[in-house]
T-cell receptor, first 112, second 113 residues
């Protein structure tokens, strides 16, 4: 089955620690995205990548970092510089620009 | 500043009726607009995409309209069912934005028996 997976589903981290969220897709999509969703708010774009080895900052990139070394994978690192990291993180992919995005199941990160 | 507005209050309707959700935007010139469905604790699921030169698009019981003059999209679900209960998100692609979608906050729909 083709799809997009995220792991883990739930993640707990202590303040001051970096943590990496996994996102993998086997849809052969060129573009991948990371969003953050807070209660009662829409999705906000953190980073996106339109092609391997290239990525751009979204609207709220501060305190986050990404890499795109393989087409299938787009991991997101939440660094200790992120002031308010507790949120629901969603990864998505799309075939190319101007097409629908396919979302993963999300990772709920809680900072203790 | 750029802004997308969806009804923040939940929409409650009776089974079998038509649900109409609104998405208004300001200061955008979107090349297209998308609608997604999101269930609690899950990722959004794509429903429909409508381009700036299209007035209306249909898919089964779903219909989307796009009025670039009014800067508004309407999303209709006909013959609604309890299984349609979810949060519906509209998302805009800024023209030439490289598929960077900007999402509204969503409208929660509850279809009651």
């Amino acid at each position: 089955d083709g799809g997009i997976t995220q792991s883990p589903k739930y993640l707990f981290r202590k303040e001051g620690q970096n943590v990496t969220l996994s996102c993998e897709q086997n849809l052969n999509h060129d573009a991948m995205y990371w969003y953050r969703q807070d209660p009662g708010q829409g999705l906000r774009l953190i980073y996106y990548s339109q092609i391997v080895n290239d990525f751009q900052k979204g609207d709220i990139a501060e305190g986050y970092s990404v890499s795109r070394e393989k087409k299938e994978s787009f991991p997101l690192t939440v660094t200790s510089a992120q002031k308010n990291p507790t949120a629901f993180y969603l990864c998505a992919s799309s075939r190319d620009s101007h097409n629908e995005q396919f979302f993963g199941p999300g990772t709920r990160l809680t900072v203790l | 500043s750029q802004k997308i507005e969806q009804n923040s209050e939940a929409l409650n309707i009776q089974e079998g009726k038509t649900a109409t959700l609104t998405c208004n935007y300001t200061n955008y010139s979107p090349a297209y607009l998308q609608w997604y469905r999101q269930d609690p604790g899950r990722g959004p699921v794509f429903l429909l995409l409508i381009r700036e030169n299209e007035k209306e698009k249909r898919k089964e019981r779903l219909k989307v309209t796009f009025d670039t003059t009014l800067k508004q999209s309407l999303f209709h679900i006909t013959a609604s069912q309890p299984a349609d209960s979810a949060t519906y998100l509209c998302a805009l692609d800024l023209a030439g934005g490289g598929n960077k979608l900007t999402f509204g906050t969503g409208t929660q729909l509850k279809v009651e028996l």
